[in-house]
């Protein structure tokens, strides 16, 4: 709504811009127009740069947040799991065979060290600690969107890193079910991340075209003015009074009197 409203107001003041105020007695008149087009250009960039601000903002706090909630909802689906007793748990004078570990399973036990049977027990399932939700994947490119100030579980990184930034882990135990938890939450991750990043994607392409959009239209009134003015006309109007001299700018010295000097060789 914003955009359209500035859109307005500028071709508002393309259309006043009509060759009469050409005519030197309409200068005053010229001037303000093109006061109001240079405030109005300024106010259009400034809610541009709020917006993005303010977007960044949100993209950042959606995405925290639902990490947060994600690795709330694993947390507690474990625990729940952990809570279910094993078929062993209920004693009715049935002889259950120990489940027998897959070979697969005793060659990683034995390299990790463990010299005791590697048989499952009826009664009690592996422990397993399934590893954190990363940190590092929903950053916003710090040379398009502003930095962020506001506190998030979110990990910027620059560049490579050695270790990949994570949610505390899960300490549970190792089932088919627990397993099966495990990737749907590593799923729906992958599946917000997918649709998190075509917004980004999506709001970066309609605000650059925005601002390239006003940069466009700011070159195109300037050339609408000289079409009706001189370039020295124009500069002379619009001139942009000079910098004041700075303090530690040292100033020069007036250059020798010439009646001085050639009284000193008479001497």
Avoid at 186 to 203: D, I, K, P
Wanted: proline letters at 9%.
């Amino acid at each position: 709504q914003e955009a359209k409203k500035a859109d307005q107001v500028r071709h508002q003041h393309e259309s006043s811009l009509n060759p009469g105020l050409a005519n030197p007695n309409k200068v005053a008149q010229l001037v303000q127009l093109c006061e109001a087009e240079q405030a109005r250009h300024g106010e259009a960039v400034e809610v541009l740069r709020e917006f993005r601000l303010e977007f960044a903002k949100v993209l950042r706090s959606e995405a925290s947040l639902f990490l947060q909630r994600l690795h709330a909802h694993f947390s507690a689906l474990m625990v729940s799991l952990d809570s279910i007793p094993l078929p062993a748990h209920f004693d009715d004078g049935t002889q259950h065979e120990p489940a027998r570990s897959s070979v697969k399973r005793r060659m990683r036990l034995k390299q990790a060290g463990h010299t005791t049977g590697v048989e499952q027990s009826p009664a009690r399932l592996p422990p397993r600690t399934w590893d954190g939700l990363p940190l590092h994947e929903f950053s916003l490119d710090k040379e398009v969107w502003p930095p962020a100030t506001d506190p998030s579980v979110l990990v910027d990184v620059d560049g490579p890193i050695e270790e990949v930034p994570r949610s505390e882990p899960v300490h549970s135990f190792r089932s088919e079910i627990h397993k099966q938890v495990y990737v749907m939450r590593n799923e729906t991750y992958a599946a917000y991340r997918q649709e998190w990043l075509a917004v980004v994607a999506r709001r970066d392409r309609d605000l650059r075209n925005r601002e390239e959009k006003e940069a466009t239209g700011a070159q195109h009134w300037m050339g609408m003015i000289r079409q009706l003015l001189s370039d020295e006309v124009v500069d002379r109007i619009f001139k942009q009074p000079s910098p004041p001299p700075s303090e530690h700018e040292e100033e020069e010295p007036p250059p020798p009197d010439p009646k001085a000097k050639a009284k000193a060789k008479g001497k």
